[in-house]
């Protein structure tokens, strides 16, 4: 119940309010009042104050502005047409040509206008030590900065030159190498074949073997590279940054001239490639002579170390104009100083005056605040806050006091009624509350129902994969036989023809030249034809070998080649996908360290990883190419796969990347959970890169993704160069599958899959 008590003023048995509102506002009103005037008159008296002191402030202030201010003004004004002088040189050496005239008028015209601030200075003080300082400092940034002008138009022209070199040497280059390589491409072609071209017959394996052949070819070669050669001299010499880098280039492209002579004597008399020589001496030429691509970049490196020397100068010349022009200042500063002090002094009475003033205003202010607004409102003011504070907490059950009949206490009479109302609110509110968490309840159990479905899909899906390795592996075992029938009758064919060469050495005198011919034709023709069958009928093997390992997991650690392990999964990976998608098209680049060489892995589990690697990688690009055809913006798109292997000191660093769409960030950090995949549920379980992930911990190394999304994703694998014993994580391998001619093709055969991997 709320208690309402009545000011002692008041009459016992009066219950209106009202009837005493005008009283108490006359009484606060008229304090608040009374406060309100005595600070206006103390305003009043600090304005009066203020006034006398801005007078004695502005008769100092004449002086500063008539006499001081004009001095400063003049130095200040040489001070800025000096530091435009000392820029002048930068800018002159930075324009563009199209801009060189402006800035060149720009320049010129700050330096007259220096010139005529400068000449009162001169006339009025002749025998000043700074002033005559400034004079020779400003003689000296002008003849530089002449200098300069005058070697800007020749710098124009050599670069103009040099561009226009940069553009012509390339073209030059790809001309000749336009007629070098088809001329190799030929000579292979004539050495390997016999065939000159198609219309003609071909010549016997001794005469296009011959020396002479073998010495034009290696010409050919030769040549090519010193084509290339002298192109990258020149154009090193066009970006070089200094003019002693530039004769060690002449030197070598003398000597790499003189070799180019040599072999296109040699080539010359051969006519192999019509308009060689004329296409390479015209490349030639530009390297030599006062006008070559050498000397345009030794005079411009030239003209750039003149300009650097003179702009260092400016800088040592513009420190000492600066500290003429600044003692200068320092003359014109002091007669501003002696008004100011003036100034400062009338400031200083009016400031203690003012204060004065101020201090009464405070004092009076602080009886105000203190007896009026502290004691009689702010405190029942902090009552009143205080309880709102409680009932934005939430304590709603305490009634609100009501003291007083003024505006405070008709606030707490309202407050207690909006506490009542939030009362009532806060139980509806809860009601709300529970109703809309059993909604949110209801929502999270039906995405945990949808999580168990895709689970459950992604579990038959595996199931379906498990069934499909031991069907490929029982398909694999069948396809073993035939693969031996035809390695071992094609060996047999082999030693059939070697008996049938030794028939035919008994009876060679009878035969005419014409059969000898023919026989030693068809003899070579089958000879290469069970060679062919042997190579691919090895490669065949190893990729069954291959698949029974897949099929099979885990396996015991071996010395492995590391870039034909990569090599011949990465084609498996591409061959599985043209099976499924005859459409299917990738390029595939190996950039391998040659010194890779061998570690110790398990080759199955670790060639599993980089067969899903690219397969992934495959999917993502064939993936982005079908969405740019949709679009019609697929452009000049490849989709490529960049394979790379690089050793170091302490590990082997392997990589897959591809030119795909990328993996967004959210994404990229739950790749190697288990089930987790983007693709859909019939094309991926989600296990592929979790097993990959354990392989390769288990073989000591990590993982590391890099991808940009819509540009790349690389795959990263570290291992170490020596494998520290562990337990195997995938499988145990259990011996089957490997009799029966499984070793014969496994380790031979370092060219099979060549086109394959031109095809992808």
């Given amino acids: ?19 005493q509102r005008p009283a108490i506002h006359r009484r606060i009103s008229s304090q608040l009042y009374a406060g309100i005037f005595g600070a206006v008159v103390l305003t009043i ?24 201010v004009p001095e400063l003004a003049g130095a200040f004004s040489l001070a800025e047409f000096s530091n435009a002088l000392v820029a002048a040189a930068p800018r002159l050496t930075t324009a563009a040509p199209d801009q060189f005239p402006a800035i060149s008028a720009e320049v010129t015209a700050a330096y007259q206008e220096f010139q005529e601030r400068f000449e009162p200075l001169l006339r009025d003080n002749p025998d000043d030590e700074n002033v005559q300082g400034i004079a020779e400092a400003a003689d000296a940034l002008s003849r530089n900065i002449a200098t300069i002008t005058a070697d800007m138009p020749h710098f124009y022209s050599l670069s103009r030159r040099i561009e226009g070199l940069q553009v012509q040497i390339p073209f030059l280059h790809d001309q000749t190498q336009g007629i070098i390589i088809p001329a190799i491409d030929d000579q292979l072609f004539f050495q390997v074949t016999g065939y000159r071209d198609l219309d003609t017959e071909p010549t016997d394996a001794m005469s296009r073997t011959s020396g002479d052949e073998l010495l034009l070819y290696r010409h050919l070669n030769a040549l090519q590279a010193d084509v290339a050669q002298v192109t ?46 004329s296409a390479v001496n015209s490349l030639l030429r530009l390297g030599m002579g006062n006008s070559s691509a050498f000397q345009a970049s030794v005079d411009r490196l030239e003209i750039i170390e003149r300009q650097d020397s003179l702009l260092a100068q400016n800088q040592a010349i513009a420190v000492d104009l600066l ?3 600044n003692a200068i200042v320092q003359t014109a500063q002091a007669g501003a100083d002696q008004a100011t002090e003036d100034s400062a002094q009338s400031i200083s009475t009016a400031r203690i005056l003012l204060v004065l003033i101020s201090v009464i205003g405070v004092i009076g202010a602080g009886l105000i605040s203190w007896l009026f607004v502290g004691r009689v409102l702010l405190r029942r003011i902090g009552r009143l806050s205080g309880r709102m504070r409680t009932l934005a907490k939430g304590e709603l059950e305490e009634e609100i006091e009501v003291v007083g009949r003024d505006e405070i206490a008709e606030m707490a009479s309202a407050l207690e009624v909006f506490r009542r109302h939030a009362l009532e609110i806060q139980r509806l509110n809860l009601v709300e509350q529970l109703a809309q968490e059993l909604s949110e309840r209801n929502d999270e159990l039906q995405e945990v129902l949808e999580e168990l479905s895709q689970a459950q899909d992604q579990i038959v899906a595996r199931e379906k994969l498990a069934a499909l390795g031991e069907v490929t592996a029982g398909v694999a075992h069948e396809i073993r036989n035939p693969l031996n029938f035809i390695n071992n009758f094609s060996a047999a064919s082999a030693e059939l023809l070697e008996e049938m060469a030794e028939v035919y050495e008994d009876i060679i005198d009878n035969l005419s030249d014409e059969d000898k011919d023919l026989i030693e034709e068809i003899n070579q023709d089958l000879n290469d034809n069970l060679e062919r069958i042997q190579s691919h009928g090895k490669r065949a093997n190893r990729i069954v070998q291959d698949m029974l390992l897949m099929g099979r997991g885990g396996g015991e650690t071996q010395m492995t080649d590391i870039n034909d392990l990569i090599h011949e999964h990465s084609l498996l990976a591409y061959h599985s996908a043209r099976a ?25 589990d670790l060639g599993r990883v980089f067969l899903n690697f690219v397969a992934n990688a495959g999917y993502a690009t064939n993936k982005k190419q079908k969405e740019l055809i949709d679009a019609g913006t697929v452009g000049d798109y490849t989709p490529t796969v960049v394979l790379k292997s690089r050793r170091t000191d302490e ?3 392997l990589s897959v990347r591809d030119n795909g769409s990328g993996i967004p960030p959210d994404v990229a950090a739950k790749i190697f959970d288990p089930f987790f995949t983007t693709k859909p549920t019939n094309e991926g379980t989600g296990l592929g890169l979790a097993l990959s ?61 060549e086109g394959d991997s031109d095809d992808a």
Wanted: without cysteine; aromatic residues 4%.
């Fill in 693 to 753: 992930n354990d392989i390769i911990r288990e073989h000591g190394g990590t993982i590391t993704v890099n991808s940009e999304p819509g540009e790349f994703t690389e795959m990263v694998v570290e291992l170490p160069l020596t494998r520290a014993k562990t337990t195997p994580l995938v499988g145990d391998g259990d011996g089957d599958g490997t009799g029966d001619g499984a070793g014969d093709g496994a380790g031979e055969g370092d060219g099979a899959g």
């Fill in 232 to 277: 990258e001299l020149m154009g090193s010499a066009l970006i070089a940054s200094e003019a002693d880098f530039v004769e060690p280039l002449i030197e070598s492209f003398e000597s790499t001239t003189d070799r180019i002579q040599i072999s296109l004597t040699a080539i010359a008399a051969t006519e192999t490639a019509p308009g060689l020589d």
């Fill in 45 to 68: 008296v600090a304005s009066v104050v203020s006034w006398i002191s801005f007078n004695n402030v502005d008769s100092s202030q004449k002086r500063v502005s008539e006499e001081s």
């Fill in 651 to 653: 590990n082997a660093i």
């Fill in 580 to 604: 499924q998608d005859p459409e299917f098209q990738v390029l595939l680049e190996e950039e391998f360290d040659p010194d890779m060489g061998q570690l110790e892995v398990v080759p199955q």
């Fill in 323 to 325: 500290s003429e022009v």
């Fill in 1 to 19: 119940m709320t208690e309402t008590k009545n000011p002692p003023d008041s009459a016992p048995g009066d219950s209106s309010a009202q009837a």
